[in-house]
Structure formats: structure tokens, C-alpha cells
């Protein structure tokens, strides 16, 4: 029996261009998430590691050697993608108040698919449970974090709530935040970063030129409520994206 | 939270059915006073971040923001749906809010680039605080 094919499809990849970010529900043995909680807890017990987590949970290797996540970085951000070497193990103990709102690194952006971020959420992660909040779409806005620092709520903003195990990817750039936990538990969010190592030179997904056409629509489609002049930029942006992504600028 | 209409609307609707029963007292309007000149000197100064998808007050509002003159009152990022007071800047204004800043729509152009969410509005409401 040939192994499953877990690599995005056509329509899946544009919505990733779209809103910057996708869900995995990827299943793993029994007590694994149970497993790499504890783990987290120990080596956070006393400081945070910073990049050191992986060394210290090595099980957290399994998640993103998971055929599932696997299969959605490569079709990302291509076969050869590297594991960046700085990671973090983001601790939200109860009673925490929110982050604010950002970007991660500083604003020498691009409109490329070059690095993805993976969250791994190794507890189950509820509304009280201070989940990951995002703005689909804000990929595309290159905006330093200062200049958020008068938002609060957003009329599209979305909360990563999900089940123990779960793995989203996001674009870098896309602008997120812990929310505060009201809850009575630690909640762990592992943080990896993965990187392309060169331009596309053809799609890395399962793309079919046909299912893609027939898809395209969703290019088009709104993410975060903006004005139309926003919103006709951020198309192109998309266009670009996407194009890039096929392996349109490839020598 | 209280503010001091507050406090005097509750005392209205309580003297109203007093009223009705024939029970207001000299103690009830000294009650009265003390609601009003407790508030006295302490007007404070509420701030609204509308940010609305168009310079235009008639634009949907994409994200708000609301701090209020308590201490300990905290505005941050909260998981559960926003549920926006106003569709747009102009409700707000109808409802009694002032902009005290409105945005720049001389921003450098670039045809390709997007970078912050919406054009922020700042309004206020000055309202007196019994606490």
C-alpha cells in the first residue's frame, strides 16, 4: 500500500497565501502530548532553555517529523526546508496578562514564502487558556510592532483554540499574540521556525493545474476586513505570493 | 465602575417608586446630593481607539480599543469574539463620544505596500467617576 501523500493540495496552498496560516490535527501515540507537557514543564521549571528546548525535549522532534507536518512544510516552503536553530518554548502561566499584538523579528519584509513559524500545542488549549490570537491576512502588512500598540481587538481576529496536539504553521510575518490565561493551568506553545533554502523552481505541493484554475477564486477571496484599496493591493500581493510559490521567478 | 449618572439614574428609578408609594423623604434627596457632590472633581477622561477601514466616519470599524479612567482597568487582547460597540465612528459620535484625533489622509502613497489596519480615530468621553 503506497504511503499517504500528505503534501497540500492546490486549494489548501491558497488559502495559505490568503490568510497566513493553517491548521494540523495530526494524531500522535497515546500520552505523547501528556508526554512533551511534562517534559515542557521540567525544563522550564527554573528558567526558560530559549533554543535549547529541542535538546532537552527531544521527543518534540516527533512532531515535526509527523508525515502530516511534514507533508505541509514541504509543500511551504520545499523538500529541503531547514529547521531554524532558534526556537522557543512560550510559558503562559494563569493569571498572565496578553501580549500585545506584533510581528516577529524586525520589518525587513518581503511577499515571499520564505520562513513559516510552527506552534505545537502540547495541552488542550481553550479560550481561557490564554490560547494564540491571529489576523488573517496581516501577513502582507508590514507594520513595526510599535505602531500596534494601540490595537486591541480586531473585528477578524481569530483564537487558536484546539485539542492537544495540534500544530498551526504561519507565515513569519503574520501578526499574532498570546491572549491572557484565565484558566488554571500552564499553557505551553512550542514555537520552531522553518525555512526555504532557495526560490521555488516548481510547486512542492500536490498541485494539478486544472484543480488550481478551477480555485482560483480564492485568491480573490476577503481575509481581515480593509478598505478596497487595501484590499486590491493585498491581491497582488497574494498574486505575487503565489506565483513565486509556483516557481514563476525561477531561472 | 460607576459614573455619577449612574448613580443619579438609579436614584431616580428607586425616588420613583417611592414616589408612587408615597415614601420619599428628606433622607432620600440628601441621598441625592451626596451622589451628586461625591462625584464633584472627579471627571475623567474615558479614550475609544476606533479604527475604521476608511478615513471616512461612515466606514465599518475594523478594530476598537477601550480604556477606561479606573485604575487596574486593563485593555488587552481577549480570546472570546469582540463584540464592537459601534459599526462605525459616526454611531460613536451620535452616542456622545468626541474625536479628539482623526487620521492622517496625507500618508506617503505606495501603490503595492500595506503596512497598519485601518485608520485609527481617537475619541473621548468625560464622565464623572464616584470611584
Sequence with gaps: ?251 | MATVSDAVRQWVETARGKLANGGLTGGDLDDLLSDVEGGAGARRQRLLYLHAATPNVQSQVVAMALHEPVAGAVEEITPEPPEFPYRTVKAAIIDGWHVVHFPDQLAPFDDREIDILGYEFILQKVEEYDA
Excluded at chain 1, 182 to 209: E, N
Aim: net charge negative; charged share 20%.
Design chain 1, 1 to 251: 500500500m503506497p504511503e499517504q501523500d500528505y503534501r497540500l493540495n492546490d486549494a489548501e496552498v491558497m488559502d495559505f497565501v490568503v490568510k497566513g496560516y493553517l491548521v494540523l490535527k495530526p494524531e500522535f501515540p497515546e500520552g505523547f502530548n501528556e508526554y512533551c507537557y511534562e517534559e515542557c514543564a521540567r525544563a522550564t521549571a527554573d528558567s526558560n532553555p530559549g533554543d535549547s528546548i529541542l535538546e532537552l525535549v527531544p521527543k518534540l522532534h516527533d512532531v515535526w517529523g509527523h508525515p502530516m507536518v511534514r507533508g505541509a512544510l514541504v509543500s511551504l516552503v520545499g523538500e529541503d526546508f531547514q529547521m531554524s536553530g532558534h526556537r522557543h518554548c512560550h510559558v503562559n502561566p494563569p493569571g498572565t496578562r496578553s501580549q500585545g499584538w506584533h510581528q516577529d523579528g524586525t520589518n525587513q519584509r518581503h511577499h515571499k514564502v520564505r520562513t513559516v513559524l510552527g506552534f505545537y500545542y502540547p495541552q488542550d488549549t481553550s479560550a481561557d487558556l490564554g490560547p494564540t490570537m491571529i489576523v488573517p491576512g496581516t501577513h502582507f502588512r508590514n507594520c513595526p510592532t510599535d505602531r500596534m500598540a494601540t490595537y486591541a481587538h480586531f473585528r477578524d481576529q481569530v483564537a487558536l483554540t484546539c485539542e492537544a496536539g495540534t500544530v498551526a504553521i504561519t507565515h513569519y510575518d503574520i501578526w499574532h499574540g498570546a491572549s491572557r490565561n484565565q484558566g488554571d493551568r500552564v499553557r505551553y506553545m512550542l514555537k520552531f521556525l522553518f525555512s526555504r533554502q532557495g526560490d521555488p523552481a516548481a510547486p512542492s505541493w500536490r498541485h494539478d493545474p486544472e484543480a488550481a484554475a478551477e480555485h482560483a477564486h480564492i485568491l480573490a477571496a476577503r481575509s481581515a476586513a480593509c478598505g478596497q484599496s487595501d484590499h486590491y493591493k493585498e491581491r497582488g500581493l497574494r498574486r505575487e505570493m503565489w506565483n513565486h510559490l509556483l516557481g514563476a521567478g525561477a531561472a
